[in-house]
């Protein structure tokens, strides 16, 4: 199965196996197709392997080519906190995404953009397989830019801002502060109701290191942390509060250092 | 130099004790760098831990703490008092001093264990140093002021007199407002130069100056706290490393060869250099 991850490097690829399938409901590829925009973020983990693994077994073409699969990995691999579990299904995610484009997908921005989300959350404990795929990283976020640049409240614009802002800069690397700025700024200005757009934006305009956007950089995090709170998010909330929390302590220890 | 900094630091934790309660910290300083400090101590963690592995040493026998800026540098050399450290060569030679700095191992990039200064200039726009008097210079390493006035410019010029400094934590930012016309010189290290041909700047670019040969930094150790022997060792687990299978991936990723001990009459004309800038 690795070697069907062309050009992602060292991905760790192995199924990973669910429990208590047997509880699962008796499902056709075509109902998994009728119901699959209410599988997200809202579902149980219980259904989300039980569809996962239908779409495993299935031959469904018209299934394989769109961007369930993926989304559905990434959803679980989101959730998942076992680390090496996680990049299982991260890595999966890429797969199934490379399936559905070899299969000319419908939703191919969908694709693409899903494909990046598996792909740098399966890297991410590994540095040096991560600095193999930026890259690729980089490739699939704008080719998802491109074709549905507002998918999931403007998701590739804050996918790519945030590889930008956080991939070693020049000459080292594709990171690149100015352009993780303006990604990042017309996120929160066309998806203004997205709390990580507004995380995001901050953590970039905080990496400026200028006093004088302390204000805005509180202000953004203040906003996307009431967005969250007041929001329905379902079981992406508690990993989204995590970012902040995380965030929020940079803001304070920054605060508490010696000049 | 970041990259650099990030493996230097992991490998340090080879040379660290059998059985380590307390964990010996490594200040790592790259001052001018556009890093975050968690992201930089994050990264060279994972590092750490994989020399740890490879070198059968304790888990977490070390830990770093990153800064990029050189006041919160000198603060920490002088609060932690760190058996090792990763320093720029100018931290190294203002320090060397106060904190009895030896330089004990140097990278090998590209087959050089030293690098050359350049000052860009837009094509064709100014012939020499001398006709940027006044103008602005932009540049990631000013945030070392003295060590560009007295080992690059060999005290031949005084940054801070001589031109309009424009300060950056980005070379990228620096080199698009040269390309603008916004700057009319930057300055970049080895690194920096070598990169100039992946961007894709409007106008032509031209060197109008370059530096003498400058040996790369590398690690170096308090010659008070430690002893000879703990350096020997640290410089010998350094020089391994990258013929090492795990290794070889960290110095390939990090685009360095080798590292090599350090001999130290390669640091005796900096030292002069730095001395005779007063």
Redesign the interface.
Known sequence: MLAFVTGCAGLQSAPVRFDRLSDCPKQTADELSAKQSQLGPFSDTHTLECALTVLRDSQDIALLRTSLGSRLCLHLAERETNPEKRAKLAAEGVELAEAALTHKGEDEGAVHYYLAANLGLAVR????VA??NLDRLESEMKQALALSPDIDDGGPMRLLGALYL?A?????GI????KALELLEKAVKKHPGHPLNHLFYAQALW?E?DEALLSQVKAEFALGEKLLADGNWGHNKAAWKKEFDAFRQ?LADAASA?P | MRKTCLIIATLLASISANAAPNPEMIVVCYPGGLVNAKDANEAMSSMLRVVERVGQWQQNSFISLFTAKADECRQRMAEKHPKFAITSLGLYLELRSQHNLVPVVQPKIKGLTHERYRVMVQKGKYKSLDDLKGKTLGGTVLEEQSYIGKIVFAGKYDPASFFVLKKSNQAIRALRALDKGELDAVILNEQQFGGLGSLHLEKPLEAVFTSEEIPLMGVVANSATTTAEERVRFSKALEGMCADTEGKKLCELFGVEAFAAVDPAVFEPMVKLWAKGG
């Open positions: 404990e590994h540095i040096t600095m193999k956080k070693p800069a020049w000459p080292n990171g690149d502060l100015d990496s290191g940079e010696p």
